[in-house]
């Protein structure tokens, strides 16, 4: 099993929107509507963001947004902050019943 | 308030064997998954594997089959990852994380480093 496919960076101004897409295949990403999208701080845990392709926990910003098309799953950020400066992964459930991570993508806000 | 507390940081040597924990609070133990996630220095997170307390039910990914061993005692709410020879490749930091749906990490633990060198 390959890790989704994600960029390494993307990068924004300050009030812009950014989207990061997550690569994979018909039997995970593609197959199930269950992608999760995490935030990580340097030297803090991952955070949760987005489940379930596009369903927000309580307390996360409704900045973020997350879509699925076929085999690839995208997280929106809009109205871009400083402190959205972060790495971003997302997870899958598999047709093996396992999970796969994207290999990450860091944000810069400009 | 659901809650994840992990052992602490751990330095060993190659071949030592090692056993980190993950306590679960805030919730019911038995009845979600809790999985481990690795991320190694400067890289991303990989999925290494979960279990179900309520019945011990434990998947691996195919990276970490055989490489290492999750186990859980329900009676006191905690979660483990093992190794039986340590390599200097396992030094990082491990998270545990409960499984929501579909397995997919929704509270994760502050995590434990660990370094393995001579």
């Known amino acids: 099993q390959s890790a989704l496919t994600q960029p390494a960076s993307v990068s924004g101004s300050p009030g812009q929107s950014i989207t990061i897409s997550c690569t994979g295949t018909?039997?995970?990403?593609?197959?199930?509507?269950?992608v999760s999208w995490y935030q990580q701080h340097p030297g803090k845990a991952p955070k949760l963001m987005i489940y379930?392709?596009?369903n927000r926990p309580s307390g996360v910003s409704n900045r973020f947004s997350g879509s699925k098309s076929g085999n690839t799953a995208s997280l929106t950020i809009s109205g871009l902050q400083a402190e959205d400066e972060a790495d971003y992964y997302c997870?899958?459930?598999?047709?093996?019943?396992?999970?796969?991570f994207g290999g990450g993508t860091k944000l810069t806000v400009l | 308030e659901v809650q994840l507390v992990q052992s602490g940081a751990e330095v060993k040597k190659p071949g030592e064997s090692l056993k980190i924990s993950c306590k679960g609070s805030g919730y019911s133990f038995t009845s979600y998954w809790i999985g481990w996630v690795r991320q190694m220095p400067g890289k991303g997170l990989e999925w290494m594997g979960i279990?179900?307390?309520?019945?011990?039910?434990?998947r691996y990914s195919p990276s970490f089959q055989g490489q290492v061993t999750i186990s859980a005692d329900k009676s006191i709410s905690t979660a483990y990852l093992q190794w039986s020879s340590l390599k200097a490749s396992d030094t990082a930091m491990y998270y545990c994380?409960?499984?929501?749906?579909?397995?997919?990490?929704?509270?994760w633990g502050q995590g434990t480093l660990v370094t393995v060198s001579s």
């Open positions: 994380a409960r499984g929501g749906r579909e397995l997919l990490p929704d509270y």
């Open positions: 018909s039997s995970d990403v593609g197959g199930y509507n269950y």
């Open positions: 279990i179900y307390p309520g019945d011990s039910d434990t």
């Open positions: 379930d392709v596009s």
């Open positions: 997870s899958s459930y598999t047709s093996s019943s396992t999970l796969l």
